[in-house]
């Protein structure tokens, strides 16, 4: 299997691909049979330091419902400079430019190394990057202020050519004209009325009843004019924006005892999306969405702003007691789709302590390919760090962002075309993208016929320039009946367990949670039943083949994962984690469904254990990363030495040093991640354990006592199963007869 | 006719009316004296009147009009008198002369036409050129050097040309004389006065007599006709007239149609003097009169009328006198002497007349002939006897016969102007009567000076008229008295008037945490009206009765009067008009209000930065942020203001003092407006001078390039209004706005200007706004305490009446200064607009009128809001408005405890002081419809008339509130002329001396551009107007109905007199002479064409009219006594009135010079309005009409 292992990993590092299934059923009913999906995880930008650009544009199959890209699998006739489509079938001229073609002459995308290969599209206007800052004013001073810090900060960050613009907002929304000099200037809406995009551009004077002129070009400049009212070139408005923004003050009006202020964040979007949309449609643009609570009024308000309701809960959501989830839901979600129309994505950066209404806006985010990320308060290194890493950039000293993209898969003997439009991708946006075998069991596909799919990826680089990435890859297709083993082989469990849990997320998304995990269970049965060697009712004589070995922890763990549990988690938290969770990559994703656990001692090097109670013991120190925390937990001994302050003491330099490892491998993590994890610094017995305990197998609980007292792990007291049970449980329905 | 009637009578009338003999007497008495020489002069007539005739009656003429007035003001009761007597003698002096003239010269043209027969072609023109005519020696004699003596004359005319009579008397007067006949009748004796006419009392009697003579007549027609009268006069004293005085004039014709004629004219000047006499000592005069000397005078008098029309058809005299005098009456209805004669004449009349006028010339020299036939006189005597009496006054009667007659219209010109009521004698007798002793208000029922008189007050218990003034100082007791008479009851209440510079300002009383003492039941104010009883223990509410306890901090021991001690110490108890300040329980939710705020919203558009607005606003805001209004006891002004400048979206300014840069807030939400900051709009203008001072520099020139036309209106209101209301304060928006709000947003309006709606039953709805939006705006403004002035700038039209709804309704003000440009219109409007910030102004308030039981306030005029039938609620007030308040009766007064009223305004004062300012006034009640009619304010009863038809137009067509207003003005008169005059023929018309104006005032109401519009007025202009009358107190109404002119040729260049003003009447004005007229919103300089240099030099800095620049807003500054003089004049006029005065310089005979004239009131107008004497003549018929 070191084979696919091998395979697998190259197709990653090359075309930024997993497919849960390397070789393909040749029939729809056998894929079904297959239970887990036919699907891949596709990280369509992933970073390729090997892979220079071209500087030409792709040769297009002549077809018109076919339009796929010339790419290494392709016949070519080099005599006739003909090629024929790979997936119509369809026999191409060459362009005139490719006349010098020959066998030996091979441009680019026919070598098949350049399986992935980057196109940038010379012709059409080039519009600089743009980003909207809409902040909210309803903050703590503290807070204000260091939001105020951290957007002064980014725009050094920003390439000098970049539009800014500025949205404030509370009771109000303060829509700030940046191109005027002396008086500071902004428009300013009412917080509770909602305006069409339209009635929106007519009052801030963006639209021009003259220029009739259809011809584009003419109306280019003219737009961009009345448009630079409000979004700048940072270069030249860098000093006035510092000074707005360090004028900046806290909503003004008073806020009464036991009361919410007014927070119109809302209308702040809309005006944000109304504005970007009658001034740069189709153009990269980044609405920065900065809250610090929820809505409270006008449209997409979340809570009402007595203090005495709370904002709703799970529980809430569940007894249907949430007045304005579906409202504001729909209003988002709509606000979303429009301005993912227009290929802008819009960011949120959450913080405060209580629920700032992410679960109703989150489809603003998800629907555009923007970041979401959450945290206590805007003065904490969560989100400066984090803000800041929004803003890193790759080894060419670019963004590590793009904009507008937009992905079509071309498929051969699978499901349609399809198109989808991802606004913001960055290097690690990760697709799960399920294909269908559309060929009927009594017309499969010839054996041995290779299946081809085609990923066109269009967006627009941070560097401004219009780009195609072209990712062409082929499988196997085989006969599930007389090759299951060859199926079974090409599985990839990993791939399979994240795809399998996005679905499960996605389900999450419209079903009640129970529901779900039953079908996940459902689905595992019906794998283990299907690839499971075993005798009928039988549990002990059940084994998996070494491909599968993984797949039931990953489920395990998933099952216990807060994309799937509400408990204990707000609706905001839920939807922030199952967010990242459907875009992140492999890695990230299988973190996050099944935490990692280091181990440092005296005894050895760091070493990763058993996400299990049992690695808790007293002389460890312990590293969790969920991907969303970072837990750096000592034990009991370790935290008494520490408290004595041993590692001050030069004759303990190496308690120190142990002391230190956790801390150094997290900081690595924490500069690299994003959105930075909560970082967490406890001990045994401390308060933030739990944050370890809720994660790791309770293979001991109260419930067990044979390990009580025993020195092999600390207990958890909890009424969750542990994996063992689990285990024991799946052998047994996966060999009874009556599922 | 009369007069000489009354001649003949004397004797029989003194007896019969003793009332009217007072004041008949004095003109009658006049007239016999003149009679008496004329007669003797009878011979003489054409050699002594001519000539000497004339300058006597100057002389006499000043005698007998002082006589007249004194007489007219002793006896109120000289109905009859009334008109005559009392103008009389102002112009007496002068006037006579010219009046003299204008009959005379008539008559006398006529006259000397007729008789000479020479004059025959000169009778037509006379009529119709009237005037032209005067070219003759008659009218030179106006202008020139005679017109001392002519005004003589005119003024005793225009007293006879209230009664009517003269005229006919003068016509038959002359003829009187000439006929031999006249012998027999009168016309020995008018003969006789033309002997005396060297006395020249003679004539000047018969002027005054018109009146009189009316009366007279009769007696003396049976008198001198006695054989044909006899039967006549019985029936009744017009016929008799009518009929006597053809009689006797004929003969007089008859007997020296030539000179005669004029003589008899001249008699009629010369008469005055005799007049004088008379009047002194009315009996006396009588006494002569009743000898042959009377019927000359009245002769005189009527024949100059008459003498016209009859000169113009000799011939037919008789009959033609007949025509002419119906003529007459239909002319001036005054001249009722005429009316007899038509009568008489009736039907041959007509035809004569105007085979007359053609053969005018012809005739006379028949007249002779025709007028020996004494038989005409019997005959026509006879006649007009009996028509008359069936018709009741051949007056009534000319309507149908005169329309009947072409005639008719030139002898209403006939009518002498001087001799009739003058404005400006009664203003200057009032001036000289009254303004010397202050007036003290401690007694009741005691009608103050005329608005135009300076005078001091001194308070003693009943408001300052500087506060209220009443219709009536007199009430009725009864409603059905107040029916009758049909005098409105109202006051005109300013509650927050500035007073003159050397009164105190109102006490202000603090009773501390109580609060004021107030009446158990009707919540009225401690007031001198509260009778303390029981020792002082309680005390009973004056205006319901109602005995309440005195609070025991409040308790004062009674003196032996039953006053308390502490009477003088309380000014609450001693004075009208007090102020308490006011406890928590008088604000607004219960809530110490917050200092008040001024908000300044600066129309951005284009045309408003184009015009140099803009600019202009922004430059002059930085001083006048300086002057906001303050307590005088505060060195700076609490009032906060904000900024806000829109065009068809809004924007506000942050002016925090902390801030480096103002901060400009866009509002584009017009459909929902709000306000988008709190925390620096409204700021202190001390501590953000810095940032306010670099706002308004840049203003101008973020807009400079705007291209922004449309504008927005009621979402700046709501803006404005929005930001109170997050203030939680009071305040007032000055909004400067330029053109109609046709951009997308509420309150958005269409032009609709359609001018073919005038004069339509659908006029009405040109004054309505177009939308109800305003309305419902405005009241949310009352609530909030939004006072609301709007500055307009338009270049077309804005339909003011529309975006005048909520200033009009919150007691604001609204500005128009159309085409406004800033060289010729910016100091007009930066005056404005540093008066309209700095004045004092009251927010918030709500005023009360409360009555003493009987009566009850009904109905209210002016700025403000009404929610309930009660209280007055004005966003704002300032001391420039003025509510007026109907009266209606409930119930009887009683004489004893009069009729009290109390007005106590709440407001909240410039530094958030909630005050309550209380005005108490009494009045007497009457059972005496005399009473009423003698303690009446003409000018407030016209400040009352015009706000009511301002306000019916909206509801009715103009011509219907026209109407309403003639009719119960007439009734006014006819009740007046039916219950206190004396009898008296109906062809006179009678006058109460209070209302003496009425019917000058009420032309002028009723021509204004509301009511009457010329071609060239705007509707805007009308709909400001008609807004500008609702708020304007009694001075600022009076003038500006009847414009103030002054004449500035003998300018007291030294002093700091004025010079006396002359009428409002183009006649007034001299070639050679400079004019000044002011009318509270426009300010003329008239500039004869024949100026002297000199004059032109020291004003004008050039030697010659034409190099004058008819587009200079302001004198030149020139270093002589007259420019300095002059221009200290101009500067008085424009800070005696509430609004800025823009100069405008009119050159004779220049363009402009019709914009001018449209301010001589008392010419007829070019939108068709009537002249001051047509109209007088129209009341009268109106009267009569009434009466019979």
Redesign the interface.
């Given at each position: 299997m070191a084979t696919y292992q091998e395979f697998i990993q190259q197709n990653e590092d090359r075309d930024g691909v997993r497919f849960s299934w390397n070789v393909w059923p040749s029939s729809r009913l056998e894929a079904t049979k297959m239970v887990v999906p036919l699907a891949c995880l596709f990280t369509p930008l992933k970073e390729r330091p090997d892979l220079p650009p071209v500087q030409y544009e792709p040769v297009l199959c002549s077809r018109p419902t076919c339009k796929a890209v010339l790419n290494p699998l392709c016949q070519v006739d080099y005599r006739a400079k003909l090629w024929a489509c790979n997936f119509c079938y369809q026999r191409n001229q060459f362009p005139p430019a490719y006349a010098g073609i020959s066998d030996v002459n091979q441009p680019a995308e026919l070598m098949p190394q350049f399986s992935t290969i980057e196109y940038i599209v010379q012709h059409g206007p080039q519009t600089p990057l743009i980003f909207l800052y809409v902040v909210d004013t309803c903050l703590e001073e503290e807070d204000l202020q260091a939001l105020k810090e951290s957007l002064q900060m980014s725009l050094s960050l920003l390439p000098p050519n970049a539009l800014v613009g500025l949205i404030t907002f509370g009771r109000?929304v303060?829509v700030y004209?940046l191109s005027?000099d ?9 917080g509770t009325?909602d305006?069409s995009g339209k009635q929106i551009q007519?009052?801030?004077?963006l639209t021009k009843p003259a220029a009739p002129v259809q011809q584009g070009r003419p109306a280019q400049p003219q737009d961009h004019s009345i448009s630079s009212r409000f979004l700048q070139p940072v270069h030249k408005i860098d000093m006035n924006l510092t000074d707005l923004l360090c004028?900046l003050q806290r909503d003004?009006?008073?806020v009464p005892q036991g009361k919410r202020p007014l927070r119109s964040t809302g209308i702040a979007l809309s005006i944000a999306v109304g504005l970007l949309e009658g001034t740069f449609p189709n153009t990269g643009a980044r609405i920065m969405l900065f809250t610090g609570g929820p809505p409270t009024q006008g449209p997409g308000m979340v809570v009402g702003d007595e203090l005495k309701t709370p904002i709703r809960s799970w529980h809430d959501i569940e007894k249907d007691n949430a007045r304005y989830l579906k409202k504001a839901t729909k209003y988002y979600d709509a606000l979303a789709n429009r301005s993912a129309v227009n290929g802008h994505c819009i960011d949120i950066y959450a913080f405060a302590l209580d629920q700032t209404g992410l679960l109703e806006m989150k489809c603003c985010s998800n629907l555009t390919g923007g970041h979401i990320v959450m945290g206590d308060s805007f003065n904490t290194s969560l989100f400066k760090q984090t803000y800041q890493r929004v803003f890193t950039k790759d080894y060419n000293g670019e963004f590590r962002m793009a904009f507008g993209g937009e992905l079509e898969v071309k498929e051969m003997g699978l499901g349609g075309t399809s198109q989808w439009k991802i606004c913001g991708i960055n290097p690690f946006t990760t697709l799960g993208i399920y294909f269908e075998v559309v060929n009927q069991h009594n017309a499969p596909v010839p054996q041995g016929g290779r299946g081809a799919i085609q990923f066109i990826t269009q967006y627009q680089h941070s560097s401004t320039q219009k780009r195609i990435r072209v990712t062409t890859i082929a499988r196997n297709w085989a006969d599930a009946q007389s090759q299951i083993q060859h199926i079974e082989a090409a599985f990839d469990q990993e791939a399979a367990a994240v795809l399998m849990a996005r679905l499960g997320v996605f389900r999450a998304e419209s079903e009640e949670g129970p529901d779900v995990l039953r079908w996940l269970d459902r689905q595992l049965i019906r794998l283990c039943q299907k690839f499971g060697q075993f005798h009928k009712e039988d549990p002990n004589s059940f084994r998996l083949s070494e491909s599968f070995s993984l797949y039931p922890q990953f489920m395990f763990h998933l099952r216990r994962s807060p994309f799937l549990q509400v408990f204990n988690n707000s609706p905001d938290e839920s939807s922030y984690y199952r967010h990242h969770f459907v875009r992140q990559d492999l890695t990230q994703s299988l973190i996050m469904i099944q935490p990692i656990l280091y181990s440092y001692s005296f005894y050895g090097p760091p070493e990763p254990v058993l996400l299990d109670s049992s690695s808790i013991l007293p002389d460890r120190i312990l590293l969790m990363d969920t991907f969303f925390q970072l837990v750096i937990y000592h034990g009991e001994t370790i935290a008494q030495w520490r408290k004595a302050g041993y590692q001050e003491m030069a004759e303990y330099e190496n308690f120190k040093q142990l002391l230190q490892a956790p801390l150094d491998d997290a900081q690595e993590i924490l500069q690299t991640r994003f959105p930075m994890p909560r970082y967490i610094d406890t001990e045994h017995g401390g308060s933030q354990a739990r944050f370890l305990l809720s994660k790791v197998n309770p293979s001991q609980t109260h419930n067990n006592l044979y390990a009580w007292g025993q020195e092999t792990g600390a207990p958890i007291l909890t009424d969750d199963v542990s994996l063992q049970v689990f285990m024991d449980h799946l052998k047994k329905l996966a060999v009874s007869s009556a599922s | 006719m009369n007069v000489n009637q009354q001649a003949h009578m004397t004797s029989p009338y003194r007896q019969p009316q003793p009332a009217l003999q007072g004041y008949a007497q004095p003109g009658y008495g006049g007239p016999p004296t003149q009679y008496a020489p004329y007669n003797g002069p009878n011979p003489g007539y054409q050699q002594g009147p001519t000539p000497a005739g004339y300058s006597p009656y100057s002389s006499l003429p000043c005698k007998t009009f002082p006589a007249t007035l004194a007489s007219d003001l002793s006896s109120n009761s000289s109905s009859p008198l009334d008109l005559g007597p009392v103008r009389p003698p102002p112009n007496s002096g002068p006037p006579p002369v010219s009046a003299s003239q204008g009959y005379s010269q008539y008559t006398q043209g006529d006259v000397q036409n007729g008789p000479p027969t020479m004059s025959s072609q000169p009778h037509r023109p006379p009529v119709s050129q009237s005037y032209l005519p005067g070219s003759q020696p008659a009218y030179h004699q106006q202008y020139g050097a005679p017109h001392t003596s002519m005004q003589q004359m005119t003024n005793q005319m225009s007293g006879m040309q209230v009664s009517a009579p003269p005229p006919a008397v003068s016509g038959y007067a002359p003829h009187s004389s000439n006929p031999q006949t006249s012998v027999s009748f009168s016309g020995a004796p008018s003969f006789t006065p033309h002997s005396v006419s060297s006395q020249q009392n003679s004539p000047a009697a018969s002027l005054t007599h018109g009146q009189p003579p009316s009366q007279s007549p009769f007696p003396g027609s049976p008198s001198l006709s006695q054989s044909p009268f006899p039967g006549a006069p019985p029936p009744v004293s017009q016929p008799q007239y009518s009929s006597a005085p053809p009689a006797s004039s004929q003969p007089h014709y008859s007997g020296a149609h030539p000179l005669p004629a004029s003589q008899a004219q001249f008699p009629g000047a010369p008469p005055p003097p005799s007049q004088s006499s008379p009047f002194h000592a009315p009996p006396s005069s009588f006494a002569p009169p009743a000898g042959a000397p009377r019927q000359p005078g009245v002769q005189p008098m009527q024949a100059p009328p008459h003498s016209q029309y009859l000169t113009g058809p000799p011939l037919p005299h008789q009959p033609m006198q007949g025509p002419p005098l119906s003529q007459q009456n239909h002319a001036a209805p005054g001249m009722q002497g005429p009316p007899a004669q038509p009568a008489g004449q009736g039907q041959g009349v007509q035809p004569q007349q105007n085979g007359a006028f053609g053969q005018m010339s012809r005739p006379q020299p028949g007249y002779g002939g025709s007028y020996p036939g004494p038989q005409n006189y019997g005959a026509q005597p006879p006649p007009p006897a009996a028509p008359p009496q069936k018709r009741l006054d051949p007056d009534s009667i000319p309507s149908p016969q005169v329309s009947a007659l072409p005639a008719v219209q030139k002898t209403r010109h006939r009518i002498d102007p001087d001799a009739i009521p003058s404005p400006i004698q009664v203003i200057e007798d009032d001036q000289a009567n009254r303004s010397s002793e202050p007036f003290a208000t401690g007694v009741r029922g005691q009608a103050p000076p005329l608005v135009t008189t300076n005078f001091q007050v001194k308070d003693q218990g009943n408001a300052s008229p500087s506060y209220i003034r009443c219709t009536a100082y007199n009430f009725p007791c009864t409603s059905d008295m107040a029916k009758q008479s049909q005098v409105p009851l109202a006051a005109v209440i300013k509650p927050l008037a500035t007073l003159p510079l050397d009164e105190a300002p109102p006490y202000i009383v603090d009773h501390g945490e109580t609060g004021p003492i107030r009446c158990n039941r009707c919540k009225a104010y401690m007031c001198p009206f509260m009778q303390f009883i029981e020792g002082g223990r309680r005390f009973q509410c004056g205006f319901c009765s109602c005995v309440t306890e005195v609070p025991p901090h409040y308790f004062q021991h009674l003196d032996h009067t039953g006053k308390r001690v502490d009477c003088y110490d309380r000014p609450e108890l001693s004075m009208g008009t007090c102020e308490f300040t006011a406890t928590v329980d008088y604000c607004k939710n219960n809530k110490i209000p917050q200092p008040p705020a001024f908000i300044f919203l600066i129309d951005v558009s284009y045309n408003a930065v184009k015009s140099g607005l803009v600019d202009l606003i922004c430059a002059e805001m930085k001083t006048l942020l300086d002057y906001l209004p303050r307590e005088s006891s505060e060195a700076d002004s609490c009032i906060r203001v904000g900024f806000v400048t829109y065009n068809k979206v809004l924007h506000f300014y942050n002016v925090k003092s902390s801030l480096a840069q103002p901060q400009m807030m866009v509002v584009s939400d017009v459909a929902d407006m709000f306000v988008p900051l709190l925390d620096g709009f409204l700021v202190n203008v001390n501590e953000s001078r810095a940032v306010i001072n670099s706002l308004l520099d840049q203003i101008p020139e973020m807009f400079a390039d705007t291209r922004e036309t449309e504008t927005v209106f009621a979402p700046v209101i709501q803006a404005g209004l929005e930001a109170l209301k997050a203030a939680d304060c009071a305040g007032k928006l000055f909004i400067f706005h330029s053109s109609l709000p046709i951009a997308e947003a509420p309150g958005k309006l269409k032009n609709r200007e359609d001018k073919k709606l005038v004069g339509t039953d659908k006029e009405k709805t040109l004054f309505q706004p177009q939308t109800s939006f305003f309305g419902n705006l405005a009241k949310e403004c009352v609530a909030q305490g939004c006072c609301v002035d709007l500055f307009l700038f338009p270049n077309q039209y804005v339909d003011v009446a529309t975006l005048g709804v909520v200033p009009s309704q919150t007691g604001g003000s609204v500005y128009k200064y159309t085409y406004f440009q800033v060289p010729s219109d910016g100091d007009r409007f930066l005056n404005d607009l540093r008066r309209d910030v700095q004045k004092q102004v009251g927010f918030d308030a709500v005023m009360r009128v409360r009555t003493s039981t009987g009566i009850r306030a009904t109905d209210f005029f002016g700025d403000f809001y009404m929610s309930n039938t009660t209280d007055v609620e004005l966003a704002g007030l300032d001391c420039d408005k003025a509510v007026t308040v109907e009266f209606r009766h409930d119930d009887k007064l009683s004489e004893e405890s009069g009729a009290l009223m109390q007005c106590a305004v709440l407001y909240t004062s410039c530094s958030g002081q909630r005050r309550l300012r209380v005005h108490n006034l009494s009045v007497n009640c009457c059972t005496q419809l005399a009473d009423l009619y003698r303690n009446c304010d003409t000018d407030t009863l016209i400040n009352f008339f015009a706000k009511y038809a301002y306000r019916s137009i909206l509801n009715s067509p103009t011509k219907t509130v026209r109407d309403t207003l003639i009719n119960q003005s007439a009734q006014i008169l006819s009740c007046y002329r039916k219950n206190c005059a004396s009898p008296s023929s109906a062809g006179q018309l009678i006058l109460p001396e209070c209302m003496k104006l009425l019917p000058v005032y009420l032309n002028c109401v009723l021509k204004s551009d509301i009511l009457q519009p010329g071609a060239d007025i705007s509707l805007d202009d009308r709909a400001y107007l008609r807004q500008l009358v609702t708020s304007m107190d009694v001075a600022e109404s009076h003038v500006f109905f009847y414009p103030r002119l002054l004449p500035l040729q003998k300018l007291d260049v030294e002093g700091d007199s004025l010079p006396t003003a002359v009428r409002a009447s183009e006649e007034r004005l001299s070639k050679g002479g400079l004019y000044l007229l002011e009318n509270g919103l426009h300010l003329f300089l008239w500039v004869g064409a024949n100026v002297q240099q000199e004059l032109l030099q020291s004003v004008f800095n050039t030697p010659s009219f034409g190099q004058i620049d008819p587009s200079m807003t302001n004198l030149p500054v020139l270093d002589n006594p007259y420019s300095r003089r002059l221009r200290a004049i101009i500067e008085s006029f424009r800070a005696e009135r509430p609004r800025y005065m823009k100069l405008m310089v009119v050159k004779q005979d220049d363009k402009l010079e019709l914009i001018f004239k449209h301010f001589l009131v008392e010419d007829k107008s070019a939108s068709g309005g009537a002249s001051y004497v047509d109209f007088l003549c129209h009341m009268h018929k109106e009267i009569r009409q009434l009466l019979s």
């Open positions: 109000m303060q004209e005027c002396g008086i500071s200037k902004s428009y300013v809406f009412r009325k305006l007519e009052m801030l004077g004028e003004p009006w008073p | -």
